[in-house]
Nanobody, 121 residues
Framework: QVQLVESGGGLVQARGSLRLSCAAS????????MGWFRQAPGKEREFVAG???????YYAASVKGRVTISRDNSKNTVSMQMDSLKPEDTALYYC???????????????WGQGTQVTVSS
């Protein structure tokens, strides 16, 4: 079992930056693929970025070039650096863990509670 807790969200101006962090508990953290998803009001949950247990990274086209996901297995954390933020990045961001690398929410077994990111114009 893996428990996830996100942090780092907040209010930021457009073109600003935020670094989201996800702290995980569990002895098998390093064996999980990790992903970040976001959900804006009235919209479906959307894949943002993912990193496999082997440190292969994946990004949604909408954030590619502006987002960097990384993991530190020694600290049981996964982070997502977000730069050049846009108002359309405003959403509740979730950290997720799963055994299969995927962009689909249903393929992740464990979820954090979410952290809000709001980007103002």
């Amino acid at each position: 079992q893996v428990q996830l807790v996100e942090s780092g969200g907040g209010l930021v101006q457009a073109r600003g930056s935020l670094r989201l962090s996800c702290a995980a508990s569990g002895r098998t953290f390093s064996s999980y693929n990790m992903g970040w998803f976001r959900q804006a009001p009235g919209k479906e949950r959307e894949f943002v970025a993912g990193v496999t247990w082997g440190n292969r990274t994946y990004y949604a086209a909408s954030v590619k070039g502006r987002v960097t996901i990384s993991r530190d297995n020694s600290k049981n954390t996964v982070s997502m650096q977000m730069d050049s933020l846009k108002p359309e990045d405003t959403a509740l961001y979730y950290c997720a863990a799963g055994k299969v690398i995927s962009t689909g929410s249903d393929d992740y077994d464990h979820w954090g509670q979410g952290t809000q990111v709001t980007v103002s114009s």
